[in-house]
C-alpha cells in the first residue's frame, strides 16, 4: 500500500491509525498498544430560519386602563370634597398667593410619586384639578387670595 502521505502530498511522520504500534523509550522492549475503536459521531448542519420580530403595539402604560382613571376620579372627588367643607385637615395646608392648596398636593405628591401607584394617582388628580382652577382664574396667579 505504501507510506501514508497528507494532502501536499508528503510523507506523514508517524502513523496515528486505528491499530498503531508505539515505541516504548525504555530499553529494548517494545509494546503494542491496541487503542479501542473510536465512536463515529455525525453532526448535520440545519439552515433554521431566524425568527420574525413581531412588532409590539403600545399598550395600556400610564392611565388608559379604566380602573385607573377609576382611581385618579375618586382622588379628584375627594380633594374636592375636603375643599367644599372646609375640612380641618384642608384649611391647615399652607398656600402662596392665589395658588390653589390643591397645587400644594399636587408638588408634595409628586415628590413621593415613585414610593406608590396610589399617591402617583392623586398626584394625577391634584394636577388636573389644580390645572382647572388656575384655568378660572385666567391664568392670573398675582394678587390677594381671599378665601
Known sequence: ??????????????????????????????????????????????????????????????????????EIGAWGSAIGYLEQNNASTFNQIPTFGKLPRTAVIAAVSYMFRKKSHRIDRLCTAAVAITGYKVGQQNFALTGDYDE
Open 1 to 70: 500500500m505504501g507510506k501514508p502521505r497528507n494532502s501536499k502530498g508528503q510523507f506523514k511522520k508517524g502513523h496515528s491509525g486505528h491499530h498503531a504500534k508505539k515505541r516504548s523509550k525504555s530499553g529494548n522492549t517494545t509494546a503494542i498498544v491496541v487503542s479501542p475503536p473510536r465512536t463515529i459521531t455525525r453532526t448535520r448542519t440545519v439552515a433554521v430560519a431566524a425568527p420574525r420580530r413581531r412588532r409590539h403595539h403600545g399598550g395600556g402604560g400610564g392611565g388608559s386602563d379604566g380602573k385607573v382613571k377609576a
